[in-house]
């Protein structure tokens, strides 16, 4: 079955720096766009950024842009979040995703099909 795992959440301070890893298993891994969003406690799920199946387009939500940077291995079924310069407004449970598309991204949690567990970041003051 189609699985995705998050990892590298903790806590950090406020300027500080996290990547987070996504592992994904049981589909063809390069066929597929993925996404990262968000989830703060009491507020929607909300887009941080996306990555078509090659890595040559990328997109971010105007709260990640030059700060966030995401990426994918395809010879390791990985995507990946770099998150530099980390604000306490960054405190989220942050979730990868599978795109039923290769070229297609969307800002929208619905438009994609299948989620991981998700791993939390909590940014001190």
């Known amino acids: 079955q189609v699985q995705l795992v998050e990892s590298g959440g903790g806590l950090v301070q406020a300027g500080g720096s996290l990547r987070l890893s996504c592992a994904a298993s049981?589909?063809?891994?390069?066929?597929?766009?993925m996404g990262w969003f968000r989830q703060a406690p009491g507020k929607e799920r909300e887009f941080v950024a996306a990555?078509?199946?090659?890595?040559?387009?990328?997109y971010y939500a105007d709260s990640a842009k030059g700060r966030f940077t995401i990426s994918r291995d395809n010879t390791k079924n990985m995507v990946y979040l770099q998150m530099n310069s980390l604000k306490p407004e960054d405190t989220a449970i942050y979730y990868c995703?599978?795109?039923?598309?290769?070229?297609?991204?969307?800002?929208?949690?619905?438009?994609?099909?299948?989620w991981g567990r998700g791993t939390q970041v909590t940014v001190s003051s």
């Open positions: 990555i078509i199946w090659s890595g040559g387009n990328t």
């Open positions: 995703a599978f795109a039923p598309a290769a070229s297609i991204v969307s800002t929208k949690p619905s438009f994609y099909d299948y």
């Open positions: 049981g589909r063809t891994f390069k066929n597929y766009a």
